[in-house]
Nanobody, 126 residues
Framework: QVQLVESGGGLVQAGDSLRLSCSAS????????MGWFRQAPGKEREFVAANNWNGGVAAYADSVKGRFTISRDNAKNTAYLQMDSLKPEDTAIYYCAAAGVTYGSMYVDERAYDYWGQGTQVTVSS
């Protein structure tokens, strides 16, 4: 079992940057593909970014491609989402997640993820 806790959210202005962290506890963290999702008020949760079990490959939503970077440090049991050039439409609660299949590739569908953090709020003002 894996427990995930996000941190690093906050209130920023358009064009600013934030780095979200996802601290994991439990066994076999290094083997789980990781994903980041977000949910804006009144909207469904949507895919943001994902990487495979060792961070060698990654996928991004078109809306964040070129601005966001997903990474991980398995030795520190931590995943990251670097967010640059933030826009007001990036405002949402951001969740990290771990897939249910170890040592797999990245997944863009949230149904592939079994473990979720509590979320961290990101607010971008214009």
């Amino acid at each position: 079992q894996v427990q995930l806790v996000e941190s690093g959210g906050g209130l920023v202005q358009a064009g600013d940057s934030l780095r979200l962290s996802c601290s994991a506890s439990g066994r076999r963290f290094s083997g789980y593909p990781m994903g980041w999702f977000r949910q804006a008020p009144g909207k469904e949760r949507e895919f943001v970014a994902a990487n495979n079990w060792n961070g060698g490959v990654a996928a991004y939503a078109d809306s964040v491609k070129g601005r966001f970077t997903i990474s991980r440090d398995n030795a520190k049991n931590t995943a990251y989402l670097q967010m640059d050039s933030l826009k007001p439409e990036d405002t949402a609660i951001y969740y990290c997640a771990a897939a249910g299949v170890t040592y797999g590739s990245m997944y863009v569908d949230e149904r592939a993820y079994d473990y979720w953090g509590q979320g961290t709020q990101v607010t971008v003002s214009s």
